[in-house]
């Protein structure tokens, strides 16, 4: 029998991120909710830190920041030897997962797969059943064999679906799917496509399509990017379209592609719309290139912070979700701010800082020999983050100089929000030792936040399906 990866060594192991009790995370799936828990699946290998035949991975929560890991939902089978990226739907009193299934070819070839779209449901949202007749969606005739991460919602009696696909003339794109019940599905159109695959994408993953404010957005992560100045710095990005929508010829009219994180580790995000009308969305804290030195103490990767969404300006903004706020266990200081004075910060910490008249450092973060720097290059209007890394430097411009940073620290993560969310950093940092904060700042709040939200017991869920 295969053994479970267990921890090793807690050096690195997050606080109030969302991880697994031992083994691989890639990809966020089936973000929704169902009969009073949000609920959150991932890209899961649990015999390695490294990826491998995916599982999905699962956890629930009431309030989207503590969060109670259950059993595995989903496991590569008969049917597939992956369960890909998806995800759920409540429908009919269950809970229906919509994944990929990855079907290698040939053993000795990676490269020789095929993919299409399965169900899997669960009355009740712990114990899933494949569907006895999947897949119900084929690879399309004018596709290559990219056809993976479905996302679906409901919109009425109809169900939608996009998919991130490679057209045969090689370059990415999102179809749009619909069904009157999950399993027979029309395809409507191709909602949005890349011109050229080295600016636009020769593969779109993990696309997510949704209203905000009076737009759409295509947020999704197409591969193949070249870097081009400050933009498409990490291997794969992840990104947003803005447009209107033909509700006739179902096809989004779009202005240009746009990095929704500027950070290293960061990827493959996946939103849902809570009960009370937010647009909430999760990503993979790593990419494909990340080091996750994590993986020398038996587990890899992370999920973000959750972030609702909104539209201001004709760009997407982040906040870090309401209830991160029910997180602060202790104010460690509460609005004075001696500019240069290096501030001790506990390993979990929420940091809020006002800039009046924006500095060329902002703030520097470090244990001595990890960390980073925000700066800000007023005559090019460019903002900077340097991690202490090898190609550490990510940066972007504002519409605005930098006025507020808020930043959330988490033992081996640094996820910075600057001007409420207009541009955001992820970052994995593997710091050492005990880190201090320096921030030319007017005005700053540190908040010590929960040390621990998971929880990995399935005692709850067991009891639950007695
Ligand atoms: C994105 C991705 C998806 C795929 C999954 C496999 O990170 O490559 O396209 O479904 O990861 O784990």
Redesign the pocket.
């Known amino acids: 029998m295969k053994q479970e990866m267990h921890v090793t060594n807690q050096r690195y192991r997050l606080g109030y991120h969302l991880m697994t009790k031992g083994g691989w995370m ?2 966020p799936n089936g973000f929704s909710y169902f009969k009073g828990y949000y609920h959150i699946f991932y ?1 899961y290998y649990p015999y390695a830190a490294e ?1 491998g035949p ?1 599982h999905w991975g699962h956890a629930r929560s009431t309030d989207l920041v503590h969060w109670e890991t259950l059993p595995a939902a989903l496991a590569p089978g008969d049917m597939e030897s ?1 369960c ?2 998806g995800s759920a739907v409540p429908h009919d009193g269950k809970l229906w997962l919509i994944y ?1 299934g990855h079907h290698y070819i040939d053993p000795k070839d990676p490269e020789a797969f095929y993919e299409d779209q399965n169900l899997a449901y669960s009355e009740d949202g712990i114990h899933f059943t494949k569907y006895e007749g999947n897949p119900v969606l084929r690879v399309p005739k004018d596709n290559t064999k990219h056809f ?2 479905p996302k679906v919602w409901r919109e009425g009696d109809t169900f939608y679906m996009v998919v ?1 696909s490679q057209g045969a003339d090689g370059c990415g794109r999102a179809l749009l799917y619909r069904s009157p019940d999950l399993i027979d599905w029309t395809r409507c159109s191709v909602l949005a496509k890349s011109e050229n695959e080295k600016t636009e994408g020769y593969m779109w ?2 696309p997510d399509f949704f209203p905000l404010g009076d737009k759409y957005v295509l947020l999704m ?1 197409p591969q193949g990017l070249e870097a081009s100045g400050d933009d498409y710095r990490n291997l794969n990005q992840t990104g947003y379209l803005v447009g209107t929508l033909d509700k006739e010829t179902h096809v989004l009219a779009h202005g240009k592609f746009v990095e929704i994180d500027r950070g290293h580790d960061f ?2 995000t996946q939103t849902m719309e809570t009960p009370d009308g937010r647009r909430v969305m999760m990503a ?1 804290m790593a990419a ?1 290139d990340s080091p996750m030195h994590e993986k020398e103490d038996g587990w890899a990767g992370a999920l973000t912070i959750p972030r609702t969404l909104r539209l201001a300006g004709g760009k997407v903004y982040q906040s870090p979700i309401r209830e991160m706020e029910s997180l602060r266990e202790k104010t460690l200081q509460d609005g004075a701010w001696e500019a240069g004075k290096a501030y001790a910060l506990p390993r979990k910490a929420e940091i809020c800082l006002r800039f009046d008249a924006a500095p060329a450092v902002l703030l520097t973060l470090t244990d001595g020999t990890h960390g980073l720097s925000l700066a800000w290059e007023a005559e090019k209007n460019r903002l900077v983050l340097t991690r202490k890394t090898k190609d550490g430097v990510r940066a972007c411009t504002l519409s605005a100089a930098p006025h507020a940073v808020r930043a959330f620290l988490d033992q081996s993560s640094v996820e910075v929000f600057v001007n409420d969310g207009e541009t955001t950093f992820t970052e994995r940092i593997y710091f050492a030792g005990n880190v201090t904060l320096t921030a030319a700042a007017q005005e700053g709040a540190i908040y010590a936040l929960e040390a621990e939200t998971n929880t990995y017991g399935t005692d709850a869920a067991e009891e639950e399906t007695k």
């Open positions: 890639n990809d890209q990826w995916m992956g890909f990226s990929t993976r991460d991130g993953e993990c992560s990827y493959a993979w494909w």
